[in-house]
């Protein structure tokens, strides 16, 4: 029988992928509207920070990871995560206190568009000025106090489920705002990445008697309300005062063990998730080049050009994923789970790009737009 977590743990995270590359999707074509505005207005200038697919990253909050940052975001995953080993008892403070702070921001973006539907009715576009932090919207500052009250009560209470909350909205939001220019990219990054997973599950144990990667996602940190009760001697608030586990992985409850949880790491979920991101962006811009605007010929006619690239790589994710719970029930440990989605998201996309005859175009520049063919020929 299949444990009811596992289930919700596969559901949870292919939705959140799903959702957070829609949302990224959404946001490129609002940028490009507003780009086409801005032309028709009579603003014909090119903005400096414009990408190669027309969009201005400055305006959007987008951040694109460059051939360099991919080779040494491994490198840093791996500093990172040693330094909360070595120091979490002394930066355990400062670990909460941070990611409290990224969880309120990332959560109220998760919450932005129900807030927006909700002040419809009554939505402007004019913002309220809060002198140096900025000009924000009603809907916007209404998704940000919401989202503080949910973290003030999580820390209050530490519950599992807020906390999941919590690391949904990191996930839609590193999702929706960080993007993979290429296929050469996301190659690089993913299989770095899948060292980096290997590497601090299987040997780290080797080196510091202990499983790093468990150690670091299994320990909770001293909940800030209990620190500073205690300084100020408020015993009452010391004892109530509950550990906080930190929102860097999805936890679900067993059903059939109680104590027992599954739990799935946010970087097994956004790592990939920017991959599909960036083929659900190509799918969107080959169908505009396949439409006739630009290139004035019909799709081919194979069995395999109906499939996207969106949908191979989403099955893919979905079936590493089960292979990764398959072997982590079968050797009874914590499995990395980078192993099994990077080759089930990569290989199958390589395989048909290149029988769709696009691998090239979307190893180094995918997003290039095609040159508009003539209409007559010179004579």
Known sequence: MVDSSRVSTFVISILLIVYGSFRSL???QESKEKEKEKEKSGNFGTSPNASPNG???ADN????IDTCQALFLPIGASISLLV???FFDSLQMVFAVCTAILATVAFAFLLLPMCQYLLRPCYTNNKISFGCCGR????EIMAFCLSFCIVCIWVLTGHWLLMDALGMGLCVAFIALVRLPSLKVSTLLLVGLLVYDV???FFSSYIFSTNVMVKVATR?????VGVFAKKLHLSGLVRDAPKLSLPGKLVFPSMHSSGNFSMLGLGDIVMPGLLLCFVLRYDAHRKTLLSGVEVGLPP???????????HCSLIGYFLGLLTATVSSEVFRAAQPALLYLVPFTLLPLVTMAYLKGDLRRMWSEPFRPSPTPKQFMDV
């Open 61 to 64: 909050g987008m951040q694109t």
């Open 300 to 310: 081919p006619a194979t069995y395999y050009s109906r499939i996207t690239y969106f």
């Open 220 to 224: 909770p940190a001293d909940n800030p």
């Open 199 to 201: 590497f601090w599950v």
């Open 55 to 57: 969009q201005t990253e």
């Open 84 to 86: 909360m080993f070595l």
């Open 136 to 139: 924000f919207t009603p809907a």
């Open 26 to 28: 959404n946001m490129e």
